[in-house]
């Protein structure tokens, strides 16, 4: 099956900094969503991006699909961002839908 | 903006128990999926349900597990004979299609004691 692998694995920045999480995959796509999962437990779903570029207020994600990787920026970071960010995705062959998680970044942003 | 919703929030129960965990898809969805999330661990698929039948398990999915789509709304995760390593956060899903956007549920935390 398809492999998903998120970097860095930590990130602890200063509230106000940038930031760009990357997930690289080992097989084409055709479904990639970011989701942020706050410190309850819930996932949020961030962005729907299998190809090309979107933004949402502070955050954006760009997906080169040829090369098989996925970037998520944050910008002007806030303490309310802090969570464990995970790509996820189906690849076109095999199964029926389900996605698969890499295994995160784990994010904090000190005040 | 429709959201699926799950219930219970939290479940506790005793070892060896059966419990049922429910989730109402969005009603337009037609594709539904249970995803489980061990502590401090990655999120790992179950089980994809379409047209009233199992279309996808993993591993993880063994006998102990079942699903059911009791009537037009429901969608519900059953698990016979609880055992400790059952711990976990489960969630539901659902999407229009296969490819298109899953929408996730804010998660049952079930803790087996």
């Known amino acids: 099956g398809i492999q998903v692998e998120q970097s860095p694995p930590d990130l602890i920045l200063q509230e106000g900094a940038n930031s760009t999480l990357r997930c690289n995959f080992s097989?084409?796509?055709?479904?990639l969503q970011w989701f942020h999962q706050n410190p309850w437990g819930q996932l949020i779903n961030l962005f729907y991006?299998?190809?090309g570029t979107k933004q949402n207020g502070r955050l954006s994600a760009t997906t080169v699909a040829t090369e098989r990787y996925s970037l998520l920026y944050i910008s002007s970071s806030q303490t309310t961002d802090s969570g464990v960010y995970f790509c996820a995705m189906k690849g076109y062959g095999g199964s029926q839908g389900n996605l698969i998680f890499g295994k995160g970044t784990k994010l904090s942003v000190k005040p | 903006e429709p959201e699926v919703t799950q219930t219970p929030s939290h479940q506790v129960t005793q070892m060896g128990q059966e419990v049922i965990l429910r989730c109402v898809p969005i009603?337009?969805?037609?594709?539904f999926y249970w995803y489980r999330q061990i502590l401090g661990q990655k999120v790992e698929f179950l089980v994809s349900?379409?047209?009233?039948?199992?279309?996808?398990k993993s591993e993880i999915f063994d006998d102990q597990f079942s699903v059911e789509r009791p009537d037009g709304s429901n969608f519900t995760l059953k698990i016979r004979s609880t055992k400790l390593e059952d711990s976990a956060m489960y969630f539901c899903a659902s999407s229009t299609e296969h490819g298109q956007p899953q929408h996730f549920g804010d998660g049952t935390r079930l803790s087996i004691l």
């Open positions: 991006i299998p190809s």
């Open positions: 349900f379409y047209n009233n039948e199992i279309s996808e």
């Open positions: 097989d084409s796509v055709n479904n």
């Open positions: 009603s337009n969805h037609l594709y």
